[in-house]
């Protein structure tokens, strides 16, 4: 915790660091979560204790494009033998990346007991720590939630069109060619699964892996975060921001990052994302 | 299937009988454990950029060279170390494809993804595995142009 008051985060308290989850493993307060990019990495080894939560396959509603329910998300916790006061230490591959998005569905539910290891999959891995095949089993609780709140930290469709219209801040997190619409059209590969290629007007491209130090997966410090997104591209901590990428995982990421670190008090994800915009009828797109 | 080359019809048929998401998850492991990267006489890093599969978020790079045999030899690198699923994919499409009848490769649709992997991966991963059939496919196809032409 420390560390992390050090780096200057607005709220420290919701990263925990290898060290705490190395000394956490056997802490029945603590559930650790794994959630991966790669669906074969939990698999192939984790770290002893941790239980798999599957973007695909736990947190999607099986029909609908839509998140689980709140029956489904009840089952799912309970099926994970946890209780709304217990800690949830999400980690993955990619930094975080998936973790982040799993911890962002987690807060639509109010587990606000959550945390990111900082450095996920790969520092531990670094580290040379233990990794496990075995499947832990906890005994399953009654776990009870609040409706989906998706309000507070998503955005809609309709509410990003208003927002464009009302000049507010949009940061596109994906890849500068993903941004500039070129990486949609080439041919003998499969495309983007969006008719039409760009950003949505107005949004500034900060590409979601800048927040991260690559040789370890952990989070940039406070100061060098504010100079991407206050020094270049002139957010501020009290702005409406709404972020987005193309099914919006990866803006996930940016989402904590503003939130958590940098202490944003009004961050959205438009899990949409480009998949929606860049197939909607009839609205602006910028190239 | 019967259009695809023996070795990878024989393949997508062990897929084929799988029960559950943990047997494919260890079947998966398995190839990747057998993944060997591209030999440094072909390419050393950084890897040119034409290699690189789009969408791949595992940093995949595809390489087709002609065999002797009038066939194509395919080499793979993949720069994340935690890209599991495309060490796998390469494992098997090397250990299926290179050598086989060209007009074959040609014709192996990114779809087999969805028979090796299943279809309730992330559309994401989906389409950084299905760039990498889909870069065989191209080289393959540009092979067939070139020796038409």
């Keep these: 915790m420390d560390e992390f008051v050090r780096r200057g985060y607005a709220r420290p308290e919701v990263l925990v660091s290898t060290d705490w989850v190395a000394s956490h493993l056997h802490d029945s307060a603590v559930r650790i979560i794994e959630s991966n990019e790669d669906p074969l990495l939990y698999a192939s080894g984790h770290i002893p204790g941790a239980v798999e939560v599957d973007w695909t396959t736990d947190l999607n509603d099986p029909v609908r494009r839509d998140y689980l329910t709140r029956e489904g998300f009840e089952t799912l916790m309970s099926r994970l033998g946890v209780t709304p006061e217990t800690t949830l230490v999400f980690y993955g591959d990619k930094n975080n990346w998936w973790a982040t998005y799993a911890f962002w569905v987690f807060q639509l539910f109010g587990h606000r007991n959550a945390r990111i290891m900082d450095g996920g999959r790969l520092k531990w891995e670094l580290e040379k720590r233990p990794l496990t095949r075995e499947k832990p089993s906890y005994p399953p609780t009654n776990y009870r939630a609040p409706e989906r709140d998706d309000a507070t930290i998503r955005a809609f469709r309709d509410q990003v069109l208003a927002h464009v219209q009302a000049r507010e801040p949009l940061v596109d997190v994906r890849s500068p060619a993903e941004y500039s619409g070129e990486r949609l059209h080439m041919p003998d590969y499969p495309n983007e699964g969006a008719l039409r290629g760009g950003h949505i007007p107005g949004a500034v491209n900060v590409p979601w892996s800048r927040a991260i130090n690559p040789e370890d997966g952990t989070f940039k410090s406070a100061n060098e975060l504010r100079a991407i997104y206050e020094g270049e591209q002139g957010l501020r901590p009290d702005d409406d921001v709404i972020v987005y990428c193309r099914i919006g995982e990866r803006s996930s990421h940016t989402w904590f990052v503003l939130t958590y670190l940098l202490g944003y008090q009004h961050v959205r994800n438009y899990d949409g994302s480009w998949t929606e915009w860049g197939n909607l009828v009839n609205v602006p797109i910028e190239r | ?149």
């Design chain 2, 1 to 149: 299937m019967t259009d695809y080359p023996p070795a990878l019809a024989e393949v997508l048929a062990d897929f084929a009988f799988v029960t559950s998401r943990a047997e494919r998850a260890e079947l998966l492991i398995d190839w990747a454990d057998r993944f060997k990267p591209v030999p440094s006489h072909i390419a050393v890093p950084p890897y040119p950029e034409d290699r690189r599969v789009p969408f791949c978020e595992s940093e995949a790079f595809v390489w087709a060279h002609p065999r002797q045999d009038g066939t194509l030899q395919f080499y793979f690198a993949v720069e994340n170390p935690q890209g599991l699923s495309a060490m796998a994919l390469a494992a098997i499409l090397d250990a299926t494809l290179s050598g086989a009848p060209v007009e074959q490769v040609a014709a192996v649709s990114p779809d087999i993804v969805l028979r090796l992997f299943g279809n309730d991966i992330s559309m994401g991963k989906g389409q950084g595995l299905m760039g990498m059939v889909s870069m065989v496919q191209a080289a393959a196809r540009a092979f067939l142009r070139e020796k038409e032409g």
